[in-house]
């Protein structure tokens, strides 16, 4: 069964413009959660999507946004972009037989480096 | 509010030596807990998880970790480091109800093994 993919695996940006990165769950999946990774803020959670609708969000301001498509594939969008923006965004997905459980894996992709200029 | 400590934000341990790599959640209901493994470069690997039941759970290369409620703990430990052990670990806890899709990471701590 193939992994959770991410693309672009890279991205160099300069401050003000937007992004989309994407994410591929693996195959039956229909959970989605983003994360993103700073040296100095660790892993923090963005948001999550279930069945196309956002079930979860963290403390991230408005610029960060996401969707969910009806193939469960996932975006984030990034707009006006920050230098404190750079970071590892990693996506994970959740199998889920019948409903979301907090027990449940999840099962990490190998992220996008995002790097703001 | 909910929250993970993991004490050391660097262990060093020699080849075969033990591995014990510490965590301490703070909640008032107990949580779901999780340990990660990141290689450089990488995304996150589960090495295991405890939800119910036994509170000892193993994992995958070697690793376990043992839930304690009273001490609010959820320490990793490996009896015999290898040289493919050194990476990053954090240790992430999750909630039922609104937060399922959630996981409260850690700050991680590397690992360094020495020959």
């Known amino acids: 069964k193939a992994g959770v993919t991410q693309t672009p695996r890279y991205l160099i940006k300069t401050r003000g413009q937007q992004v989309t990165l994407s994410c591929s769950p693996i195959?039956?999946?229909?959970?989605v959660s983003w994360y993103q990774q700073t040296p100095g803020q660790g892993l923090q959670f963005l948001f999550e999507?279930?069945?196309?609708?956002?079930?979860n969000k963290g403390n991230f301001p408005g610029r960060f946004s996401g969707r969910q498509f009806s193939n469960s594939r996932s975006e984030m969008n990034v707009s006006t972009l920050e230098l404190g923006d750079s970071a590892l965004y990693l996506c994970?997905?959740?199998?889920?037989?019948?409903?979301?459980?907090?027990?449940?894996?999840?099962?990490f992709g190998p992220g996008t480096r995002l790097t703001v200029l | 509010a909910q929250s993970v400590t993991q004490l050391g934000s660097h262990v060093s341990v020699s080849e075969g030596a033990l591995v014990l790599l510490r965590c301490n959640y703070s909640?008032?209901?107990?949580?779901?807990l999780f340990w990660y493994v990141q290689y450089p470069n990488q995304g996150l690997q589960l090495l295991l998880k405890?939800?119910?039941?036994?509170?000892l759970v193993k994992g995958i290369n070697g690793f376990e970790a043992e839930f304690k409620k009273s001490e609010t703990s959820f320490h990793l430990t490996k009896p015999s480091a290898h040289m493919s052990d050194a990476a990053e670990y954090f240790c992430?806890?999750?909630?039922?109800?609104?937060?399922?899709?959630?996981?409260?990471f850690g700050q991680g701590t590397i690992l360094t093994v020495h020959p």
């Open positions: 999507y279930f069945s196309e609708t956002q079930r």
């Open positions: 909640s008032s209901v107990p949580p779901y």
């Open positions: 195959s039956g999946h229909r959970s």
């Open positions: 405890y939800t119910t039941g036994a509170t």
């Open positions: 992430a806890v999750r909630y039922g109800g609104t937060s399922y899709g959630k996981l409260t």
């Open positions: 994970a997905s959740s199998s889920l037989a019948g409903g979301r459980s907090a027990t449940d894996t999840q099962y």
